[in-house]
Structures are given as structure tokens and as C-alpha cells.
């Protein structure tokens, strides 16, 4: 179940959030880690956040740990939004932990991922 703070943002769980970006973007924060003993929840929450949203950012940047289990459910995520239609960017720290671990999985190549909210704004316009 989703819960409207009093700034308008609508939480599930402590460890994600969507707000909307300056330009009406919807943008899900992930904080906190994933690992394979909270991905599949945390699979569920993006799930539930992004529900009927056409495009969506996912803001791993305050996400300090995934493993492989999250990286599979970031892959999983994008792909049954694609076969929807919808698409998805991934918004990680440069140089940071995650985004390192996503380039070692190659995973940069397979996803969408950006490393500034405008670029992943100006992928959307484009």
C-alpha cells in the first residue's frame, strides 16, 4: 500500500519513494542496499511506484550496496516495462559503488543508465 507524505510524496516502504522532477519526470528513489534478501521486495516496490507511469527515472544515488540479485530485479524491472511499452532510466552517483558494479556487470550496455537527472530528463525528450 502507497502512503502520501505531507510533502507529496507517495512512499512504500522506507526504502523507495517517487516524487516528480522540476519537468513532471516521475523519479522512484531507491535508498538504502539490495541484496538477495530484500530484492524481490524491492522489485515489488518499484513495481508498485511506477504503476501506470509511461516513463520513469529510477534514482539509484542513494543506494550505497547491490549485488546481482538487485541487478537481475533492475533488469527484470526495465525489461517488463519495456514489453509494455514504458520506459525506464537508471540515475546512479559517477564513479559511485553502483555504478561501477553495474558497468562490471555490463549492464550499462543493457539498460538505460544515466548519471545526472538532466540527461536522464533530456533522454526522455529525445
Same mark, same amino acid.
Given at each position: 500500500?502507497?502512503?502520501?507524505?505531507?510533502?507529496?510524496?507517495?512512499?512504500?516502504?522506507?526504502?523507495?519513494?517517487?516524487?516528480?522532477?522540476?519537468?513532471?519526470?516521475?523519479?522512484?528513489? #531507491?535508498?538504502?542496499?539490495?541484496?538477495?534478501?530484500?530484492?524481490?521486495?524491492?522489485?515489488?516496490?518499484?513495481?508498485?511506484?511506477?504503476?501506470?507511469?509511461?516513463?520513469?527515472?529510477?534514482?539509484?544515488?542513494?543506494?550505497?550496496?547491490?549485488?546481482?540479485?538487485?541487478?537481475?530485479?533492475?533488469?527484470?524491472?526495465?525489461?517488463?516495462?519495456?514489453?509494455?511499452?514504458?520506459?525506464?532510466?537508471?540515475?546512479?552517483?559517477?564513479?559511485?559503488? #553502483?555504478?561501477?558494479?553495474?558497468?562490471?556487470?555490463?549492464?550499462?550496455?543493457?539498460?538505460?543508465?544515466?548519471?545526472?537527472?538532466?540527461?536522464?530528463?533530456?533522454?526522455? $525528450? $529525445?
Amino acid at each position: 500500500m502507497a502512503i502520501m507524505d505531507d510533502q507529496g510524496v507517495r512512499r512504500l516502504g522506507p526504502a523507495a519513494s517517487v516524487r516528480l522532477a522540476a519537468g513532471g519526470l516521475p523519479v522512484v528513489v #531507491v535508498e538504502g542496499e539490495i541484496d538477495a534478501s530484500n530484492a524481490a521486495a524491492v522489485g515489488r516496490m518499484l513495481e508498485a511506484l511506477a504503476e501506470g507511469m509511461p516513463r520513469v527515472v529510477v534514482d539509484l544515488r542513494r543506494l550505497s550496496f547491490v549485488d546481482c540479485a538487485g541487478a537481475r530485479e533492475f533488469e527484470r524491472f526495465d525489461r517488463a516495462r519495456r514489453a509494455e511499452g514504458r520506459l525506464t532510466r537508471l540515475l546512479v552517483a559517477p564513479g559511485g559503488a #553502483v555504478a561501477r558494479f553495474l558497468n562490471i556487470a555490463g549492464l550499462v550496455t543493457r539498460l538505460d543508465v544515466r548519471t545526472t537527472l538532466p540527461a536522464a530528463e533530456a533522454a526522455e $525528450a $529525445a
